[in-house]
């Protein structure tokens, strides 16, 4: 399983950014995928999940209403487009998925986001 982040970057408060996550190695259309972010001296915590065959899209309280989760299954690719970005969203941003349950989850090197005032 091969899992790689891009989009990251600096943007300024109430910007907005989109981050990809290219997927390999296992047959990306049947398993939902999730995006999870960690900020300095926090634990990591869960931002979106999406269902295999985008059937089920499902967000933190925070993000609600300004971040969407999508997918293309045709490139093995699932999104996270981050709408009205404040400060309290500046974390490194990582997808993962987990084959089976109770298996560990499988993670990317993640992507920094960082959002000024």
């Known amino acids: 399983v091969q899992l790689v982040e891009s989009g990251g970057g600096l943007v300024q408060s109430g910007g907005s950014l989109r981050l990809s996550c290219a997927a390999s190695g296992f047959t990306f259309r049947n398993y939902a995928m999730s995006w999870f972010r960690q900020a300095p001296g926090k634990e990591r915590e869960l931002v979106a999940t999406?269902?295999?065959?985008?059937?089920?899209?499902a967000y933190g309280d925070s993000v609600k209403g300004r971040f969407t989760i999508s997918r293309d299954d045709a490139k093995n690719t699932v999104y996270l487009q981050m709408n009205s970005l404040n400060p309290e969203d500046t974390a490194v941003y990582y997808c993962s998925l987990r084959l089976r349950v109770g298996q560990e989850r499988n993670w990317g090197q993640g992507t920094q986001v960082t959002v000024s005032s």
């Open positions: 999406i269902t295999s065959g985008s059937e089920v899209t």
